[in-house]
């Protein structure tokens, strides 16, 4: 009874008390985020809103453009007068800016205690522990977010094993990696425990989920297998690759209840010449095919895609056959963006960027343009149907929320909707969202 209990890591976070994580980029890094946040938290660190009050400051970087480099840069730079001023501040530099050598930017952040790849939250918790006094190991369990909102993402498969000439994400990456399907199966009963309504699972390629694994489990039996989750109302996935996207998986979406019907699929160029220069490996036609395949199966799938325009060699002719895949086939959302050589990669070396910037933004804004009439159309022929919605909290005033199919809606009411399905009533539309009524019998 007179014995000193053993001081828990949240006792000893006296001089390390605080963590602030800013992070940029997609969906794979925000969920990496979580994850450290989840970490740090079970170590007794609480989250700050300021870097300038964390003893732990965390840049979670993106590549992928050269705006968001540029972005991740002056953050730095604002970020590294406080680590002068208060050198025992950890400041730590994490994702797709972190390659497998630092050296240079070493040289370039002398600051910068650590340069973490994605996901290597270890060297990060071997510090704060050393400093805490404890093993990180000992002290952490799920990664889960503890305190997740009612939708979370899951990362399922790390890295990519394609090569696309235009891409950083594999060298920054690595190889396609997949987690065991009862882990998976775990953290997402455990997220639903905590009030997730939605899951979206995560990877590069999504749908290559599980070849790497000893039996090659397919996302379709992970669907499968999450559709079971009780208290789970909705799974989503991205981002699929056209190679890898089987009629199981497009069944498993048409027949399980809770998977939701829109899947993203990149096709990035309509010719089949700048396809192949961009490796990617299917035809322009053999894409069609799959998105006929896919809406046989599921009538009311949505489908988004990416696009880039302006790739190098990259003729009118050729994209004008992007510009009349859009119109054909009247994606839901089309991800366009004007080709950036990224150093490193395949393309940035043997490439030359040939296409002029302007003529780069007059097909970008071509693209914007026709999507939004496209939208437009698409929309407003949803007005007086109704939809469910999971209420994913208020904007400006208002409750907003996605429908299965991934569309925005936003509606009045005086009750409280947070978290909960509700249907709908759509009553006017614009090409990005939906605004609407709650049904009667809601
Ligand atoms: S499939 Fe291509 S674009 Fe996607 S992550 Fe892999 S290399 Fe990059």
């Known amino acids: 009874m007179g014995s000193n209990p053993i001081p828990s890591a949240r006792d000893r976070a006296t001089s390390m008390n605080t963590f602030h994580i800013w992070t940029i980029g997609c969906q794979m890094n925000k969920a990496d985020s979580e994850r450290l946040e989840t970490a740090l938290e079970q170590l007794g660190l609480r989250p700050v809103e300021q870097p300038a009050q964390a003893d732990v400051v965390v840049l979670n970087s993106c590549v992928v453009r050269q705006a968001a480099e540029d972005k991740v840069v002056s953050t730095l730079g604002a970020v590294r007068p406080l680590k002068r001023s208060q050198p025992q501040r950890i400041l730590a530099l994490m994702g797709c800016m972190v390659g497998p050598k630092t050296d240079a930017l070493q040289k370039r952040f002398p600051e910068v205690d650590l340069f973490l790849r994605p996901q290597q939250y270890g060297p990060l918790l071997d510090l704060v522990g050393q400093r805490l006094g404890v093993d990180w190991e000992g002290c952490i369990g ?34 396609q990696a997949s987690r065991p399907l009862d882990e998976i199966a775990h953290e997402v009963e455990l997220l639903a425990a905590r009030g997730v309504k939605e899951v979206t699972l995560l990877g590069q390629t999504v749908d290559a989920y599980g070849h790497d694994l000893p039996g090659q489990p397919d996302l379709a039996d992970l669907l499968y297998r999450l559709n079971e989750v009780s208290g789970l109302a909705r799974i989503r996935f991205l981002t699929s690759h056209p190679s890898y996207m089987s009629q199981r998986i497009i069944d498993a979406v048409a027949s399980l209840p809770k998977v939701c019907e829109h899947i993203n699929l990149p096709v990035q160029a309509g010719d089949d010449q700048v396809l192949e220069r961009m490796r990617r490996p299917y035809t322009q036609a053999q894409y069609r095919q799959l998105v006929q395949e896919i809406r ?25 056959r992007s510009l009349e895949m859009v119109e054909e086939l009247r994606f839901d959302k089309v991800h366009c963006a004007a080709y950036s050589p990224r150093p490193g990669t395949v393309a940035q070396r043997s490439l030359p960027d040939d296409v002029p910037q302007e003529e780069k933004a ?22 007086g149907q109704e939809a469910e919605v999971l209420v994913e909290g208020r904007k400006k005033g208002r409750w907003f929320g996605r429908t299965r199919t991934d569309k925005l809606v936003f509606f009045d009411d005086p009750g409280d909707w947070q978290g909960q399905l509700v249907n709908i009533t759509v009553q006017r539309s614009s090409p990005w969202s939906l605004q609407g009524a709650v049904a009667a019998r809601s």
């Open 142 to 175: 799920s990664l889960a977010p503890a305190h997740p909102e009612v939708t979370c993402y899951v990362p399922i498969i790390h890295g990519c094993d394609l090569m696309c000439t235009f891409c950083i994400i594999p060298y920054r990456r690595g190889r």
């Open 296 to 320: 046989e199966t599921i009538p009311a799938a949505s489908i988004s895609t990416d696009l880039i325009v302006g790739f190098p060699g990259e003729t009118e002719e050729q994209y004008q």
């Open 362 to 383: 007059r097909r970008l804004h071509q693209v914007d343009d026709l999507q939004e009439r496209i939208l437009t159309e698409i929309n407003a022929a949803l007005v």
